[in-house]
Antibody, heavy 122, light 109 residues
Framework: QITLKESGPTLVKPTQTLTLTCTFS??????????VGWIRQPPGKALEWLAL???????RYSPSLKSRLTITKDTSKNQVVLTMTNMDPVDTATYYC??????????????WGQGTLVTVSS | SSELTQDPAVSVALGQTVRITCQGD??????ASWYQQKPGQAPVLVIY???NRPSGIPDRFSGSSSGNTASLTITGAQAEDEADYYC????????????FGGGTKLTVL
């Protein structure tokens, strides 16, 4: 059974760098067609896709946040790490990681972590 | 354009059928996936691909697509279907990436 769990600080100061870790089980990030993505949701607002890393280490970023994001994977530890630089209060949100399956015909986030609320405040 | 547009809110009478739509250029090339989110919970995948339901999703949920519009249909809506619904797809414009719609709040009357 696939599970994912986000971990990291609950409070960061403006201008600081946020580092979030997604620890997963039940699948391997070296399996073709598999990836892990990060999605966030400000309080009361919509989901926003941030970044995704594929089994082959291909990485994709939100165009609007690309300059601030870095996603990496450690296949041996079953972890994916997202860093976001220069945090601002508008980045206050619940951050989710999710398992993604991709093929030529379709792609979807089929398993999600519980999410972690990150507040940006001085 | 790399946006997906959804109606902010839709309502349906208990037991009736409701369609939630999602529009965007990327949907001409990629299937949408649909997610249900209830307050305080993580999103749950309800439809993916042409019209596929994950295990455990009731068969009253179905998906379809035409041109730049994807639709999620709930046939015989139940009280427990009241939730926010989001569409999502890949987008190949510019640097390939992913995008979510703005969400639709479904109220079951």
């Amino acid at each position: 059974q696939i599970t994912l769990k986000e971990s990291g600080p609950t409070l960061v100061k403006p201008t600081q760098t946020l580092t979030l870790t997604c620890t997963f089980s039940g699948f391997s990030l070296s399996t073709s067609g598999v990836g892990v993505g990060w999605i966030r949701q400000p309080p009361g607002k919509a989901l926003e896709w941030l970044a995704l890393i594929y089994w082959n280490d291909d990485k994709r970023y939100s165009p609007s946040l690309k300059s601030r994001l870095t996603i990496t994977k450690d296949t041996s530890k079953n972890q994916v790490v997202l860093t976001m630089t220069n945090m601002d209060p508008v980045d206050t949100a619940t951050y989710y990681c999710a398992h993604v399956y991709v093929d030529t015909a379709m792609a979807y986030f089929d398993y999600w972590g519980q999410g972690t609320l990150v507040t940006v405040s001085s | 354009s790399s946006e997906l547009t959804q109606d902010p809110a839709v309502s349906v009478a208990l037991g009736q059928t409701v369609r939630i739509t999602c529009q965007g250029d990327s949907l001409r090339s990629y299937y949408a996936s649909w997610y249900q989110q209830k307050p305080g919970q993580a999103p749950v995948l309800v439809i993916y691909g042409k019209n596929n339901r994950p295990s455990g999703i009731p068969d009253r949920f179905s998906g379809s697509s035409s041109g730049n519009t994807a639709s999620l249909t709930i046939t015989g809506a139940q009280a427990e279907d009241e939730a926010d619904y989001y569409c999502n797809s890949r987008d190949s414009s510019g640097n390939p990436h992913w995008v979510f719609g703005g969400g639709t709040k479904l109220t079951v009357l």
